[in-house]
């Protein structure tokens, strides 16, 4: 039996594994992304990591372009993260009270983005952007927060909105138990439209509290903003007292050392981080100007806890995690690799005759199947899903894990060899020829 009528490979330990897991579970998953509910399958349940590969249950390899949706840029079990790991809970693993790993990790941070002059650990990116929201607006005596449709804040309530493609609707929740009350002071626009931008500044500039924004977007696919675009976020909020919020839980210390805002030269007031920060383990953050986070309790007045936060292991397997980042850099031959994936994949498209887009920033990069370019939510949903989806599992056949969903940022790992580059190149050429063939 195969997980989905695109797959022609037999699983039967992880489909038995997730029949078991929908008794217990809603769902059969901890995160929606994890269900393969998009690619017309159910998932592969994984027993172990190592570097670039993932292991199932059923005992298949699979090279690993997912890497826990971001955080294993290093690979999975990294030995240097490892032993961090180990060495700090053999001392024991939460206190309730503060270590010098938690001091550590933030003077690297600080050390690392541009616009962070201090920082507080959380638990999660969705924790992160949520305290985010908070100080911009306890900081402003604000509370309107922009946000743009397309762009993923976690399971926040007041950032769990999509876009009406209509200009300047007021939020509208794209989930059931989020009250309208808890998003009515969200207001969502189209990324990339920096009219909308202006126009929304020109009519309610005094009543904005922050603007927030993936800086470059994985999570309705890969999307690049406009330098007009990013200028103008700059220039409205500096102009009208807003503060500009990054959401860099994934691009952070993925697109470079210091993250999309070093690589695109551009200092936000604010910037939350997650993923990759934590090396595996459950960290969020966030940080900017030292005169914000003065606002933060007991520095100041907004209110944010955490049982967990900055966490000895977590924070442990963090500093080594940026440490073996910043001493061994991967960033240019993830670079160079992500490249030759992106020229490979184009080539093979054309020649076949099958519509396609391929944006790609860095490790970051998606495989649109659709002709039209995409550069905001309204052309992502352009894309061909069901071509999507027999892409994938043709991949998935031949080893390579990608990301299951249309709209998510595949990640080239820094545990890559280029005949691992290789590979998935020969794979999506074979993939996509059957595909022409049909
Ligand atoms: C993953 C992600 C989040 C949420 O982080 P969690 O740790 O899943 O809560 C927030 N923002 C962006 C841009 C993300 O990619």
């Given at each position: 039996m195969s997980l989905s009528p695109w797959s022609s490979r037999s699983r039967p330990n992880s489909l038995a594994a997730f029949a078991r897991a929908q008794h217990a579970i809603p769902g059969g998953v901890n995160s929606?992304?994890?269900?393969?509910?998009?690619?017309?399958?159910?998932?592969?349940?994984?027993?172990?990591?190592?570097?670039q590969y993932l292991y199932d249950i059923d005992g298949l390899r699979y090279l690993d372009f997912i890497g826990s949706w971001g955080p294993m840029i290093l690979g999975h079990a990294h030995p240097a993260v490892v032993k961090a790991a180990v060495e700090t809970l053999q001392n024991g693993t939460s206190f309730g009270a503060p270590t010098e790993l938690e001091s550590r990790l933030a003077e690297m941070v600080i050390d690392a983005v541009p616009s962070i002059e201090m920082v507080r650990f959380v638990s999660s990116g969705t924790e992160a952007a949520m305290s985010a929201i908070r100080l911009a607006r306890g900081h402003t005596g604000r509370n309107i927060i922009v946000k743009f449709a397309g762009c993923y804040h976690g399971h926040v309530d007041a950032l769990l909105v999509s876009a009406g493609s209509s200009a300047l609707t007021l939020g509208v929740p794209n989930s059931p138990?989020?009250?309208?009350g808890a998003t009515r002071d969200t207001v969502v626009l189209r990324y990339n439209d920096t009219q909308q931008l202006a126009d929304l500044f020109a009519a309610r500039g005094d009543e904005i509290a922050g603007v927030m924004l993936e800086a470059?977007?994985?999570?309705?696919?890969?999307?690049?903003?406009?330098?007009?675009?990013?200028?103008?976020?700059?220039?409205?909020?500096?102009?009208?007292?807003?503060?500009?919020?990054?959401?860099?839980?994934?691009?952070?210390?993925?697109?470079?050392?210091?993250?999309?805002?070093?690589?695109?030269?551009?200092?936000?007031?604010?910037?939350?981080?997650?993923?990759?920060?934590?090396?595996?383990?459950?960290?969020?953050?966030?940080?900017?100007?030292?005169?914000?986070?003065?606002?933060?309790?007991?520095?100041?007045?907004?209110?944010?806890?955490?049982?967990?936060?900055?966490?000895?292991?977590?924070?442990?397997?963090?500093?080594?995690?940026?440490?073996?980042?910043?001493?061994?850099?991967?960033?240019?031959?993830?670079?160079?690799?992500?490249?030759?994936?992106?020229?490979?994949?184009?080539?093979?498209?054309?020649?076949?005759?099958?519509?396609?887009?391929?944006?790609?920033?860095?490790?970051?990069?998606?495989?649109?199947?659709?002709?039209?370019?995409?550069?905001?939510?309204?052309?992502?949903?352009?894309?061909?899903?069901?071509?999507?989806?027999?892409?994938?599992?043709?991949?998935?056949?031949?080893?390579?894990?990608?990301?299951?969903?249309?709209?998510?940022?595949?990640?080239?790992?820094?545990?890559?060899?280029?005949?691992?580059?290789?590979?998935?190149?020969?794979?999506?050429?074979?993939?996509?020829?059957?595909?022409?063939?049909?």
């Open positions: 929606p992304a994890r269900a393969f509910g998009a690619v017309g399958g159910t998932p592969i349940f994984i027993a172990k990591g190592a570097g138990g989020v009250p309208a470059v977007v994985g999570n309705m696919g890969l999307v690049v903003p406009t330098p007009e675009f990013r200028q103008e976020l700059r220039r409205l909020t500096h102009h009208h007292g807003a503060l500009l919020i990054y959401d860099e839980v994934m691009t952070g210390f993925r697109l470079s050392y210091g993250g999309a805002q070093e690589l695109l030269g551009d200092l936000p007031d604010m910037t939350a981080l997650g993923k990759i920060i934590g090396g595996g383990y459950p960290v969020g953050a966030y940080g900017g100007r030292a005169d914000v986070m003065k606002s933060v309790m007991p520095a100041g007045p907004v209110f944010q806890a955490g049982t967990l936060s900055g966490n000895p292991v977590a924070m442990a397997a963090g500093i080594a995690t940026l440490n073996e980042l910043k001493t061994n850099p991967p960033y240019a031959r993830l670079e160079a690799q992500s490249a030759r994936i992106e020229a490979g994949l184009r080539s093979a498209a054309q020649s076949l005759g099958i519509p396609h887009q391929i944006n790609r920033v860095g490790s970051m990069w998606t495989f649109f199947f659709t002709g039209t370019p995409v550069t905001n939510l309204d052309t992502a949903k352009t894309v061909d899903t069901q071509r999507f989806a027999q892409f994938f599992w043709l991949m998935m056949d031949r080893g390579i894990y990608l990301p299951c969903s249309q709209f998510e940022a595949a990640f080239t790992g820094g545990a890559m060899t280029d005949a691992n580059i290789d590979e998935t190149i020969a794979a999506a050429i074979e993939s996509l020829t059957i595909m022409a063939k049909n």
